[in-house]
């Protein structure tokens, strides 16, 4: 019933999301840009109108029902076709960063978590700690610039043309996350230590190894997947950064373009957006967020089944 009820919850707030998408994206963005006086100076005007924000979802709604379909794009495809084009080469990226966040995840939250040796006081939490409070663009520059030196001639590091060419941006992607569920890991791990089922597995004299894989880690499940949505996010935020430094045309690098974002205010300055690819990408991330929550519900459901009845 607990799981049903939080699946739930996850689609109504997947819904909310939606409609408060479609209402900021189809505001009125008509602006004026003039140059006034001598030194033409750049004057920026915008007037909000309530009746061309009406017109704007009235209209997107009666194209959707009536094409069944969000429209053309500014290169003359279908926002769906523009979806499948760009979303197959991301998802190769989400799907293996994800896996990556996951495994490297867990095995430095169990390095995290033991105590002793001189290599988990240099490489242990507080080293997490510190890779944490390094920016991610930083960290992303740095790892690039020392790959550029070092092995610009034997991979080829930037674009989608190559099979291998989503490999390095899911590595990219992967490392904050990563880093979210070691900590996530070590503090689930440590609080299953005091646990008299722990101490009765010590005194009994079982291999440390197995008390870790059989015994803690399986029980420090639950907490995991209770952050699977959160993990998603945080994958999905670092990956428009990493497609845009490496020149990756996935699906965050086309919803950035459909913003047409401008570094500077010119007369006669575009400020026309996509709103059919930024809706429906957007939908299509939040997509992914919501099948990962709502495995993740599943999945705690199957593994302890007291969590339904909590």
Not at 18 to 34: A, C, G, N, S
Not at 112 to 138: N, Y
Request: aromatic residues 14%.
């Amino acid at each position: 019933m607990q799981a049903a009820l939080a699946i739930s919850r996850h689609i109504l707030l997947f819904f909310m999301i939606v409609t408060i998408l479609i209402l900021t994206v189809l505001l009125p963005r008509d602006v004026e840009v003039r140059a006034e006086g001598k030194p033409q100076t750049v004057v920026f005007e915008y007037e909000f109108s309530w009746t061309v924000y009406s017109e704007n979802l009235t209209g997107f709604i009666s194209d959707l029902i009536r094409d069944k379909s969000f429209g053309l794009t500014k290169y003359k495809r279908t926002a769906e076709d523009e979806a499948v084009l760009y979303f197959s080469r991301s998802l190769k990226v989400i799907v293996l960063a994800f896996i990556l966040s996951l495994l490297l995840g867990v095995l430095k939250g169990i390095f995290d978590a033991k105590r002793g040796g001189p290599l988990r006081h240099i490489f242990g939490k507080g080293f997490t700690w510190l890779l944490q409070s390094v920016p991610d663009f930083f960290l992303f520059l740095s790892l690039q610039w020392v790959l550029l030196i070092y092995f610009r001639d034997y991979v080829d590091l930037f674009g989608h043309e190559s099979w291998y060419s989503f490999l390095y941006p899911a590595m990219l992607v992967s490392i904050y996350p990563a880093l979210y569920i070691s900590r996530i890991t070590a503090a689930s791990l440590l609080d299953q230590e005091r646990m008299p089922y722990i101490t009765v597995a010590h005194s009994k004299g079982l291999p440390p190894m197995m008390i870790t894989y059989k015994h803690l880690l399986k029980n420090s499940l639950v907490p995991l997947l209770t952050n699977m949505g959160s993990l998603m996010i945080y994958l999905l935020s670092n990956l428009l950064i990493v497609e845009y430094l490496t020149d990756y045309k996935g699906a965050a690098y086309r919803l950035f373009e459909a913003f047409h974002v401008t570094p500077v205010l010119s007369v006669g300055l575009n400020t026309a957006i996509e709103p059919n690819v930024i809706i429906l990408f957007g939908i299509c991330f939040m997509l992914m967020v919501l099948f990962v929550q709502i495995l993740s519900e599943t999945a705690k459901r199957w593994i302890d089944p007291r969590e339904d009845s909590a």
